[in-house]
């Protein structure tokens, strides 16, 4: 049983920053791969970004490569999302995911937190 609270969002202006955090109680959290997720109003849940359980392999979703990191911490339990350049269009409640394996689809992720909202205004 993995819990997952995530923090760091806000509102910040287009080509601004923020950082977001996962972080992840139960002894197991070394042992899943890591996924943010983002859902904006009327859309689905789409993937962001993805990291296997030891960090030495990531996926992007083509909108944010180049611009978001994922990175892990498994000594603190803790999944990072770092947001640089932000656009208008990334507007959306984040969410982090742990699941057995580093996939880009949502369906593969057995938990999940409550989100943290991001609003990036133009």
């Known amino acids: 049983q993995v819990q997952l609270v995530e923090s760091g969002g806000g509102l910040v202006q287009a080509g601004g920053s923020l950082r977001l955090s996962c972080a992840a109680s139960?002894?197991?959290?070394?042992?899943?791969?890591m996924g943010w997720f983002r859902q904006a109003p009327g859309k689905e849940r789409e993937f962001v970004t993805a990291?296997?359980?030891?960090?030495?392999?990531?996926s992007y979703a083509d909108s944010v490569k180049g611009r978001f990191t994922i990175s892990r911490d498994n000594a603190k339990n803790m999944v990072y999302l770092q947001m640089n350049s932000l656009k208008p269009e990334d507007t959306a409640v984040y969410y982090c995911?742990?699941?057995?394996?580093?996939?880009?689809?949502?369906?593969?992720?057995?938990?999940w937190g409550q989100g943290t909202q991001v609003t990036v205004s133009s």
């Open positions: 995911g742990a699941g057995p394996l580093l996939v880009r689809n949502k369906d593969g992720y057995d938990y």
């Open positions: 139960g002894r197991t959290f070394r042992t899943y791969a």
């Open positions: 990291i296997n359980w030891s960090g030495g392999a990531t």
